[in-house]
């Protein structure tokens, strides 16, 4: 099993930045790739990024250029770096993790409010 806590979510005003966490505890070395998924009100829950333990990193058309996700595997921890933040942004983010038998974990998400 594999426990997922987020952290770093809040306000932020448009353009501005936010630095989300997520911690992995438990079977960590099973992990293999770690996201972030959101969902904003009325809509369905869409990935943000994603990063494998090999390295290899995607991300949402709508977030490229503008968000960052980087992971420590040795830690079992993976960060979210968001900038230019828009009102559209504004979601719940919930941390992602698959292990290698591709079982899926999920955190219970932090609010992310982007508004003047």
């Known amino acids: 099993q594999v426990q997922l806590v987020e952290s770093g979510g809040g306000l932020v005003q448009p353009g501005g930045s936010l630095r989300l966490s997520c911690a992995a505890s438990?079977?960590?070395?099973?992990?293999?790739?770690m996201a972030w998924y959101r969902q904003a009100p009325g809509k369905q829950r869409e990935l943000v990024a994603r990063?494998?333990?090999?390295?290899?990193?995607n991300y949402a058309d709508s977030v490229k250029g503008r968000f960052i996700i980087s992971r420590d595997n040795a830690k079992g921890t993976v960060t979210l770096q968001m900038s230019s933040l828009k009102p559209e942004d504004t979601a719940v983010y919930y941390c992602?993790?698959?292990?290698?038998?591709?079982?899926?974990?999920w955190g219970k998400g932090t609010l992310v409010t982007v508004s003047s």
């Open positions: 990063a494998t333990r090999r390295g290899s990193i």
């Open positions: 438990g079977i960590v070395f099973r992990i293999n790739n």
């Open positions: 992602n993790s698959e292990d290698s038998n591709g079982k899926g974990y």
